[in-house]
């Protein structure tokens, strides 16, 4: 092709798994408190699936009539999607490095706007939602040596640059329990939404 070479990531098997919403304005953030909060570095640590909705269609299941097909696509893909990273992140003993599987969420989800039978991005809904998607995730794993964990990422300023995460399973924020304000840039935004 071109000549350019690039390295990959040499640990295959991490400890955590990962799955939050692909809305283009939240990775830098979600990245962010993963890495100063939970003390977690992509490849390093986490393997990250992004889905539309998050924890949404995990949560649920078929969301409504008129998007029924999507939904359940979105729901089987999301739980082979946890089964196969956790068969396949094996240490040399064969049993699975896993061990936690992270939802993210956030206030402001379009998802909810254009999947959903009840269109209400505000924030209980969506965080009763990534609570329902960690008991789900932990019936379907049946494995309690995987902690499940869900936060929840709100908005802290009325230009929605900043985001604040909320540990829902503990219904503390993490480590020290003072709130974590990440920024994302002003700049970028106004790239995404012209």
């Known amino acids: 092709m071109n000549g350019f070479t690039y390295p990959i990531i040499m640990k295959r098997n991490v400890t955590a798994i990962v799955f939050d919403c692909s809305d283009t304005r939240c990775p830098r953030a979600f990245r962010q408190f993963l890495r100063k909060e939970l003390g977690l570095e992509i490849g390093r640590d986490y393997q990250q699936t992004m889905v539309m909705g ?55 989800c379009h998802y909810y706007l254009e999947v959903t039978e009840h269109p209400d991005p505000k924030e209980e809904r969506v965080a009763a939602d990534l609570r329902r998607a960690a008991e789900e995730i932990s019936r379907i794993l049946n494995m309690p040596e995987i902690r499940v964990e869900a936060y929840f990422g709100r908005f802290t300023d009325a230009s929605m640059t900043k985001l604040t995460f909320d540990d829902l399973m503990t219904r503390s924020t993490p480590k020290s329990g003072l709130r974590h304000r990440l920024t994302i840039p002003l700049s970028r935004l106004r790239r995404m939404f012209p």
């Open 54 to 108: 998050g924890a949404a269609a995990l949560a649920h299941g078929p969301l409504s009539k008129a998007h029924q097909k999507e939904s359940v696509t979105d729901f089987y893909f999301m739980v082979n999607q946890a089964k196969r990273l956790v068969k396949n992140n094996r240490g040399p003993d064969g049993k699975t490095t896993i061990k936690r599987f992270i939802f993210l969420g956030h206030q402001d």
